[in-house]
């Protein structure tokens, strides 16, 4: 039996919002808790350890300050190439809630997942269901 247009475009319209979803899932598990990492503090950082080399006379210090220096500047590449959270949230908010109610989803549920109260809200899914 032939698929219909409007079956062939549920199916996509399935597949669009469980990749923004998993986007989106995928770089909110990928943030560490507490105060976050910036490029700014990371350069202010780099510069500190770069002074701190200039003034070392100990050998052994300076070694360990070069290694200082090469994991903030691994960081600060590694920042540079995340995602961009905002974007993927954007969409993560365009279809929650219809891939919410076509799977059964709860609030409860996507605050497990990591999901912030703040990004449910903007979603229209709240604690209610409603």
Request: overall charge positive.
């Amino acid at each position: 039996m032939a698929m219909s247009d409007e079956h062939r475009a549920a199916l996509k319209r399935g597949r669009q919002e469980a990749a923004a979803i998993r986007r989106y899932l995928e770089a909110v598990a990928s943030r560490k808790p507490g105060r976050p990492v910036t490029a700014e503090s990371l350069r202010k950082r780099l510069d500190k350890i770069e002074q701190q080399l200039a003034e070392e006379d100990n050998p052994l210090k300076a070694v360990e300050l070069e290694q200082r220096r090469l994991d903030v500047e691994m960081q600060l590449g590694n920042l540079e190439e995340a995602p961009d959270v905002e974007a993927l949230e954007k969409e993560f908010v365009q279809h929650a809630k219809s891939y919410s109610g076509r799977k059964g989803i709860t609030y409860a549920a996507w605050r497990a997942g990591g999901v912030p109260a703040a990004t449910l809200k903007k979603a229209g899914i709240s604690r209610s269901g409603k």
